[in-house]
Structures are given as structure tokens and as C-alpha cells.
């Protein structure tokens, strides 16, 4: 039982770590990884459970180094201690990335499609229209995108230069 104990207290550690890296890299360098949700609804809720994840990993953090051969202090300080630090992704979040105009908190708009290829059903040529939640400028691309699978898809900038030999078909 004891080794099971410490099994899941390490997986547990490093599951958390990595919730917490994966909050650092998505809201620092999200923005020129082109991955993003096939599921817009689900996309601007992304951020948001992103948040709530890293706060319960930074907690659960303190709670699993929390020891019953500690002196009682020892533990309720990392109790407390935890409980404070857990606050840091919210107020994060809600106190600057959620005004900031990043690609968290815009709303795509598919457009038309110009281009789909003949290839890969998958792949088509796009115009995006997207626009902040706290602004009302919005912003007009076009981009290629591919999905990679049912839930994820690639968008990337494209500039459009003519071709006469292609596999790209023009959509009406």
C-alpha cells in the first residue's frame, strides 16, 4: 500500500507541475502556436477551466507536502500558504489577461471559403474575421486551415499569389 501511496503522490506532483507550465506557456506563448479548438464555444471556455486547473494543481501542491510528522504550524502554514499562492492564476486572469486583447479572448468568425483543396479534404483556404471581447475593432485574415483531427485544427496566415498549376479548387 505504501508504494501505491507514493505512486500516486508523484503522479499527482508532476500532473500538476505540468498544469502549471501549461498555464505559463499558453497565456506567454499561445499566440504564435497555431493549434487551436475546432469548438469555439468551447475555446472561450478554455481559459477559464485553465485558470481553475492550475489554481487546484498549485493547492494540491502544498497539500500533498503537507506531513503528519510536521509540527501542527508546519502544516496549517502550508495549508494557508497554499490556499493564498492558489489565488495568483485568478488573479492573473481576471485581473489582466482578461482585459488584454491576446488570442484568448478573441471570438472567431469563419468566413467564406476561397479555397479547398483537392488533396486533403481537410485543408481549406479561409477568410477569419475575429474580434476582441472588450473591443469593437475587428480584424479581417485570411488563413489556411487544416484540421488535424475532430477536435483541433491548424490556422495559419496565408498570402494568396496566383498558380496555374495547383491542387487548390475555387469555392463559389
Given at each position: 500500500?505504501?508504494?501505491?501511496?507514493?505512486?500516486?503522490?508523484?503522479?499527482?506532483?508532476v500532473?500538476?507541475?505540468?498544469?502549471?507550465?501549461?498555464?505559463?506557456?499558453?497565456?506567454?506563448?499561445?499566440?504564435?502556436?497555431?493549434?487551436?479548438?475546432?469548438?469555439?464555444?468551447?475555446?472561450?471556455?478554455?481559459?477559464?477551466?485553465?485558470?481553475?486547473?492550475?489554481?487546484?494543481?498549485?493547492?494540491?501542491?502544498?497539500i500533498?507536502?503537507?506531513?503528519?510528522?510536521?509540527?501542527?504550524?508546519?502544516?496549517?502554514?502550508?495549508?494557508?500558504?497554499?490556499?493564498?499562492?492558489?489565488?495568483?492564476?485568478?488573479?492573473?486572469?481576471?485581473?489582466?489577461?482578461?482585459?488584454?486583447?491576446?488570442?484568448?479572448?478573441?471570438?472567431?468568425?469563419?468566413?467564406?471559403?476561397?479555397?479547398?483543396?483537392?488533396?486533403?479534404?481537410?485543408?481549406?483556404?479561409q477568410?477569419?474575421?475575429s474580434?476582441?471581447?472588450?473591443?469593437?475593432?475587428?480584424?479581417?485574415?485570411?488563413?489556411?486551415?487544416?484540421?488535424?483531427?475532430?477536435?483541433?485544427?491548424?490556422?495559419?496566415?496565408?498570402?494568396?499569389?496566383?498558380?496555374?498549376?495547383?491542387?487548390?479548387?475555387?469555392?463559389?
Open positions: 500500500m505504501n508504494k501505491f501511496y507514493r505512486f500516486t503522490k508523484r503522479f499527482l506532483q500532473l500538476s507541475i505540468a498544469i502549471i507550465v501549461w498555464f505559463s506557456v499558453y497565456f506567454l506563448y499561445g499566440d504564435q502556436i497555431s493549434l487551436t479548438f475546432t469548438d469555439r464555444k468551447f475555446a472561450s471556455y478554455f481559459p477559464q477551466i485553465l485558470v481553475f486547473l492550475t489554481a487546484a494543481s498549485i493547492y494540491g501542491l502544498f500533498l507536502s503537507i506531513k503528519s510528522k510536521r509540527k501542527q504550524w508546519g502544516n496549517l502554514l502550508l495549508f494557508v500558504g497554499g490556499l493564498v499562492l492558489a489565488l495568483i492564476p485568478f488573479i492573473a486572469y481576471h485581473g489582466y489577461f482578461q482585459y488584454q486583447c491576446g488570442f484568448w479572448n478573441e471570438e472567431l468568425k469563419k468566413g467564406n471559403v476561397i479555397y479547398s483543396s483537392e488533396v486533403n479534404s481537410n485543408e481549406k483556404i477568410i477569419l474575421e474580434h476582441c471581447k472588450n473591443k469593437t475593432e475587428s480584424k479581417i485574415d485570411t488563413v489556411h486551415i487544416q484540421k488535424v483531427t475532430p477536435y483541433f485544427e491548424l490556422i495559419n496566415d496565408v498570402k494568396l499569389y496566383p498558380s496555374e498549376k495547383s491542387n487548390w479548387l475555387r469555392e463559389k
